[in-house]
Structure formats: C-alpha cells, structure tokens
C-alpha cells in the first residue's frame, strides 16, 4: 500500500524510467569505444540508437501525461485539503495517497462523518 500513487504520476514515473534506461544505454553504449576501441564504435552507435528510442518513448510518455493531466477531474482531497487530480472514477491524492473516488456506490464516510452518525444514535 506505501508504494501506490495517484494515475498521474505513475505515468510520469513511467517516463522518468524510460528516460534514465535510456541514458544508461547511451553511457554503456559509449564505454564500448573505451574497452575495444575502433571496433566499439559499432557498439556505441547501435547502443545510440536504442538509447535515443528509449528517450522518444519517454518522450512520448510525459507528452501523454501532460494531455490526460489537462483533462483531469480537479478536486480537494478530504484529508490534506490540497487540490488534487483525479483521473477515472477512483484513483488517489497526489500527496497524501488518499483514496478518491465520484462514484457514489464506493465512496466511504469521512471520519468526521462517521463520528457524527455513530453519536447521533440513540
């Protein structure tokens, strides 16, 4: 339950991860010139080439992060009173990793809520 995060930022994750795979092949890639020299060369470019598909993938990632973030569903979470996300019909704060949803079959009292119910009944 720690690791999980709101859509959002998974998908940022995502790109973050793609783009530092990538700049480590493009490192790894470029080693292959110091450890065999001339014959390195064709190393390092094929290393290049999958290490730049590797950024345009992240590329291509944040860019439609950044279009589902425009389209997002704003709202103030219930616990940290930050405006947040919301992506879908549940998903989670960005901060404090609250659950959230719109739909009315699974939403859940606040607390606050719930205390007042329980002290209302006889």
Known sequence: MFF???KINEFRLWGLVFT???MGIMILGTAGIVLWGQAGKIVAGIFMVFGMISLLVS???YFWAGML???ATMLT???CNRQTKM???TDRCMF???ML????SQATAHPAEQQQATSMRP
Do not use: F, N
């Open 4 to 6: 999980k995060s709101a």
């Open 20 to 22: 530092m795979v990538g």
């Open 59 to 61: 590329v291509a990632v």
């Open 69 to 71: 973030s425009t389209s």
């Open 77 to 79: 979470c219930p616990e």
């Open 87 to 89: 992506l879908g019909t």
């Open 96 to 98: 404090c990793r609250t």
């Open 101 to 104: 949803t719109l739909d009315p």
